[in-house]
């Protein structure tokens, strides 16, 4: 199985951008589908992007369309957000998810979960 750990969060003025990443390791990044999720304290967990096994499928959620990009590179194991023109209803832990089988926007969907990263956003 794929062990998956997000790295790139910090504390950012809105307006301003961020890059997340999702290193995966155990198995190859490729055999999977990949997401990103937050969760804002009090919150449930939501979707945030998604991306098919070679970069070329991707979803946003509507509140970040526009400013967010998902990528991948399988050759190096990793994916990436790009988080440009923040606000500050972005704060909350982001995390990376990953199934070989299911493309959905649901968290029950995903199999494999990384420990979250902590994005917070100034006004």
């Known amino acids: 199985q794929v062990q998956l750990i997000e790295s790139g969060g910090g504390l950012v003025q809105a307006g301003g951008s961020l890059r997340l990443s999702c290193a995966a390791s155990?198995?190859?990044?490729?055999?999977?589908?990949m997401a990103w999720f937050r969760q804002a304290p009090g919150k449930e967990r939501e979707f945030v992007a998604k991306?098919?096994?070679?970069?070329?499928?991707?979803t946003y959620a509507d509140s970040v369309k526009g400013r967010f990009t998902i990528s991948r590179d399988n050759a190096r194991n990793m994916m990436y957000l790009q988080m440009n023109s923040v606000k500050p209803e972005d704060t909350g832990l982001y995390f990376c998810?990953?199934?070989?089988?299911?493309?959905?926007?649901?968290?029950?969907?995903?199999?494999?979960w990384g420990q979250g990263t902590q994005v917070t956003v100034s006004a």
């Open positions: 991306i098919g096994w070679s970069g070329s499928s991707t």
């Open positions: 155990g198995r190859p990044l490729e055999d999977y589908l």
């Open positions: 998810a990953a199934d070989a089988s299911y493309f959905g926007t649901l968290k029950s969907e995903y199999s494999y």
